[in-house]
């Protein structure tokens, strides 16, 4: 199994041949195979080490390739430790999932691109499939890192892939904001994530998760006070908060729609906005010593699950809807690892992962049969011309609505089960979500699948004026070519059957999943006669087969309404909007965050921005200015008084000598009677001055 | 002394440039091309000849190495006295480096008094080695103004429109800042001779000096306000955007990779070291000067509608970094400032490159001249993004490593402190998305625009080299931080009584009980103060 650091690099080499090499020189052809051949590779090679992984018995395996930071002294809260991050790959139960996760879907995604992207030109056909790549090593380098740093590496290298393939058209205006949006409010996510680890190796003197697991292990649970661990927790929760799109910072998510539907369906749904669950289950052991935290985090996952679900429920654009229902899924993740159903979470990604993904291609193949047309309410009976896609995509809907026995029944319900034993409060709002997914999705298939045709007519052969501005002609609605339906088709087996590797005990089943990926959420040296702490309360099977049955009735009530509203009496929906205008307005406007955050922090950061740099200008280089202009006046003040003062003084003297000496020139006559006459004069003047002197008395 | 080489190697490397300069004086300013070609050819040759460095230094000891040392001026103790260790080896390397890229990049730049450019250029490339190599203290500030001089009228001659205004803030910044510094190497000279009775200049000698607090303290001022407005930390900054706006491309490069470095260079390889006490008593004051630098620097940065000017704030952001890694006086946090010096040459140097590019291209620096340039030059907006990303610190390349090694090492000292520099690394990224958003992204609007040739051969080969490095530094930085491993022992020996590195913890020799409390300031009582030299320093 040592071969696991290839598993990330195969991907990553597809992307340096194709970058260095195919953007200028490949055909369209040799990049897709490049891509496609090393994601295969990569999925090959991840079936054979999870298949090893099965057989060793502590489910563990640690590759070591190289330093990355070799150690230097630093103090930690325990004495002088050494930081050090070496290049490490972790292979255990949850990465384990995690890979095949990401290669499976990953290389279908893979396949559907070669033929969704096949209109680019050859240049960006190549570009985007360098992107592509370059995201799967990346996202497997976080899910294998053995380390938080790592795995920071593939988390802010997820960042940069999602960044480019959201703008990947970046000639769009809107492409290029929402990519720099995704990427800037990530970074606020990552100031809260370096922080954290920044903690975690002052606490623990290491950034390895499992030696982090086994030090925290000894710990104390902070069930009294907020300690190091839940400031640890909190910090990490932020970085989880931003990949994961949950409240506050889930605006970048919607707008990251402006990427082509496979970078949707792989980065924005199946894969990267899952690494912050994944994240939060890889330090499940840090997590359950911090249960104020956990409350947090279960807090934050129930309330973007319900607020998502209902801003889900009015959008029109189809992308923007499986958006919404995204941040909502995700919300409900988080929500099990919050109430400790660590495993449950997983699952939950798990399922999700293959619904959302063959959802969001299933829209994609709507969206390339509507000639880019994004807005349902142009759609409409799209199921008579794209059947496969239809019969997929309503199975996607029908496993994301919690139907049994399809997948997303039972990873759902396993969260509302654990829910309900943890926070009847978080329940109701769960169930409540639960409601709305089902109707919004069903809303999204009806008004896709069902009803008339409401889109823009077509011309058979003819270059309409609609066409010409694609370059191509468009011969309204079909179904999509075989290379984009095939991955459908695995994916709606996925979507249908990936739960059943999580059947709960109530059921019949074993739970397989939850046994299976147990190790990664506790210390090892964490004896069993411990497990008993985390031993959940029990209802008996019967309460949970009522729970149960209540959440599915509750799913397909939602179903029912959306069938109401929108295949039974049609302009129903529109009436109800009107009624309810105003709610109507802020839901379809998302609550007005985005802004509000536009107000507040994006213009006061500009501001601040304009105010330093006028201060810069005025101030600070104005003091230096200032010190310019003063060294210049004096010199000026030294220069006046040098020429007129000091200068004009010597003048003075020379002026007054020659002026005397004109003036005593004229007594030189030479006459000597002149000269007696001044003798006489002279004379009488002493003789004057000396009576005065006697008179006066000196 | 180990290590010393049987030839003079640094001398050679020092001088090798200044004797193509001298040559360039014998050529006729008319031959253009072969004045190209020989300033070329002695700038690879520098770099050549300090290849050395890397490959024969001896990472392991604590001596200087490849030591020179003659008489210079006897009769008040100066000497030619130059020698190295990781850290200024490593500067040097990047030093011949930049200048091969910088005077390769003027190729078609510089069509003006052709030969003077050159030869004012060759002879910086001499200055700064000679700063760097320099372990007289005399040396060291005769090569420091010899620096300016060339700089000065590389601006001054050969800049954009504010060029006059520009190089004479540079000279007249730097020169008051030197002056002020050059009282302090004196009071540090006398006082030398008031314990030992030598006159020396020889700073190995000054790092085993033991000087009383008060006169540390005033001597750190005025070795502070040399190297401050050199790096420039905030509130000194201001000259350094106008001289990058008004420098031509070659000049910002080697002004921002190297000219600034010799500021912190300076702070780790005096202040520190001479200077302990005053340093741990001025921590607070210059990390929160740095933490402003950071925050002020990114948040100016974001109001320029100049490209270059951006750029030069963005410095001004970085150097802060680097000076808060400093003087968390921690093994790690000194360290990540050296490296986020080396990695603040390669990505700020090769983003005045890449304004260069199309500034030569299109005469023009303001943003909104640009916009959709990644269709039109898709290989310059690569390299582009590549640099944007090492600037911003992302994992796998060279800006991240220096970044966390720096936040790393100053959390331990202060987490408050650590937070707010690490607000950096998010306006970072939004003043850097958003200059390559408006320059590369869109269309392309400006009809002048649309015929933009993409990068030519010359200017892939001035990229090339920090491209490489940057992805070198990015995924496997210990052949860098190997190097560093003494230099840094050597500061924190000084500055922290406490301290013991690595390999000396790793053998369990010694453990200290209680961890060292790096902030603690000791203030010496006249007495301990009067103790003349401390034995060895190290």
Redesign the interface.
Known sequence: MDFIWLIPLLPGVGAAIN?LLG?RYFSKVLAARIACATMGAALLLSLVAFLELLGLEHREHVVTL???????????AS??G??EVPWAFRLDPLSGMMILIVTGIGFLIHLYSTAYMDHEPR?GYVRFFCYLNLFCFFMLTLVLGSTF?VM??G???VG?CS?LLI?FW??K?SA??AG?KA??VN??G??GF??GV??V??TFGTVDFREVAEAASHMPVEVAGFGVVSAICLLLFVGAVGKSAQIPLYVWLPDAMEGPTPVSALIHAATMVTAGVYMVGRNAVLFEHAPMVMTVVATVGALTALMAATIGLVQTDIKKVLAYSTVSQLGYMFLATGVGAFAAGAFHLMTHAFFKALLFLGSGSVIHAMDEEQDMKKMGGLKYYMGTTFITMFIGAIAIAGVPPFSGFFSKDEILYRTFLSNKWLWGLAVVTAGMTAFYMFRLIFMTFFGDYRGPGWKHEEHGGHAEEHGHTWHGPHESPRLMTVPLMVLAVGAFAAGFVGVPAALGGGNAIEHFLEPSFVATSASHAGEAEHAVAHLSHGAELALMAFSVLVGLAGISLAYHLYVRRRGQADRLAANWSVAHRVLLNKYYVDEAYGATAIDG??A???G??TV?RRV??G??NGA?WLTRALSWVSHVLDKYVVDGLVNLVGWICQEGSYLFRRVQTGLIQNYAVATLFGVFAFITMYLVARYVGV | MSNTANFPLLSLIMFTPLVGAVLLLFVSKHSEDTIRWIANGFAVLGFLVSLPLWFWLDVATTDWQFVEKMDWIPSIGAQYFVGVDGFSSLLILLATLMGVIAILSSWTAITERVKEYYIFLLVLQTGMIGAFVALDFLLFFVFWEVMLVPMYFLIGIWGSSNRLYSAIKFFLFTLVGSVVMLLGILAVYFYYHEVTGDYTFDITKFHALNMPFDLQWWVFLAFFLGFAVKVPMFPFHTWLPDAHTDAPTAGSVILAAVLLKMGTYGFIRFSLPILPEATQAFVPWVVWLSIIGIIYGALVAMAQRDWKRLVAYSSVSHMGMVMLGMFALTPVGVTGSIVQQINHGVSTGALFLLVGVVYERRHTREISEYGGLSKVMPAYAAVFLVMTMSSIGLPTLNGFIGEILILQGIFVVNKVWAAFAATGIVLGAAYMLWLYQRTMFGTVDNPKNEKLPDLNLREWATFTPLLILAVWIGLYPKPFLDRLDTSVDRVMARVNSAYMPLNALGQGAVEPNTPPKVLTLEVDSGDTARTPVRGGAR
């Open positions: 970058g953007i190289a330093h990355w930071i070799p150690p230097i002294p630093l103090e930690t004495g002088i050494a930081f240049g740093l920071f590496v988390w802010e290298g940069l960044y703008g970046y000639h205006q290029s904001d720099k990427f800037i970074r606020i990552d100031f370096v922080l920044f903690l190796f002052y950061t500009m601040s921005a304009r330093l740099w810069d600070v280089d003091a230096v310019g």
